[in-house]
């Protein structure tokens, strides 16, 4: 459990109950953020959910995706990335006022599951949200990692690097300060500039597979040595 509460709490929203959203929902709960996890199946999820043994010490309430947003001033997208703009984009009124963290990586998928190539080679996904969804502020961020990384960077031996990409400041400032909540120390967080850089690390999710099957399923974040 993350002890670290240097955070202001936020009303959270995680989208996806798969391996990285239940992993952040239980850390950004942990950090002491009133979560909602956000799903397709709201009922079969909470049983899911209450059947962890340590769901007594982690308060998130489950919900359905629209109902979730409207609850949060954060919304963490954790949902397939190739899809996640036609699914995002239906819910621009949901979203509108809000930050959106989007972490998925949009990746064609080999027949093994894993990254093959692109979804928007001529661009980003982070990108094509915030075109989609004006009135919401679109940062990048924490895809460069395995999920286990996100909630807990210092596990790691080598420091990892959080790289964020977005147009607006203030909401960077805001997941800055989630991601402290987290265990992220400042110096592991680089602020890349607007939404456009979130190609270069959308790109990287190219490297996993290869990357895997080199080390193996470990837990491993892409590091900016300097
Ligand atoms: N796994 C990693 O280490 C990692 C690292 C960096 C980035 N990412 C990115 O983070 C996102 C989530 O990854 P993940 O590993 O958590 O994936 P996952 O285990 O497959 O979970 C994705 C979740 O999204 C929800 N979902 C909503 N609409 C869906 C749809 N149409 N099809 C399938 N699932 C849908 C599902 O939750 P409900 O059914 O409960 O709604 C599902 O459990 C992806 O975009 C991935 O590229 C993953």
């Known amino acids: 459990m993350n002890t670290n509460t240097n955070t202001t709490p936020t009303t959270i929203a995680v989208l996806g109950a798969g391996r990285v959203g239940t992993t952040l929902a239980r850390g950004l709960a942990a950090a002491g953020h009133p979560v909602t996890l956000g799903v397709r199946d709201p009922a079969t999820t909470q049983e899911r959910w209450a059947d962890t043994p340590d769901s007594p010490h982690t308060p998130v309430t489950v919900t359905d995706v629209p109902t979730a947003i409207r609850a949060a001033a954060v919304v963490v997208n954790a949902t397939p990335g190739d899809t996640s703009l ?20 949009a990746t064609t998928r080999t027949a093994d599951g894993m990254p093959g190539g692109l979804a928007y080679a001529d661009g980003s996904l982070g990108e094509r949200l915030q075109l989609a969804l004006p009135e919401t502020r679109v940062v990048k961020g924490l895809n460069t990692m ?11 031996d080598v420091p990892p690097t959080a790289f964020l990409s977005g147009d607006h400041a203030d909401a960077k400032a805001v997941v800055r300060d989630v991601l402290r909540g987290l265990g992220w120390q400042d110096e592991w967080i680089v602020d890349l500039g607007p939404i456009a850089t979130a190609s270069g690390t959308e790109s990287m999710a190219l490297i996993v597979p290869s990357l895997l099957g ?11 040595a300097r």
């Open 86 to 105: 036609e699914r995002l984009t239906v819910l621009r009124a949901e979203l509108a006022g809000r930050i959106l963290l989007d972490v998925s990586n």
């Open 214 to 224: 080199a080390i193996g399923f470990a837990p491993f974040a892409l590091s900016l």
């Open 146 to 156: 395995l999920f286990s990384v996100m909630a807990a960077p210092a596990a790691l």
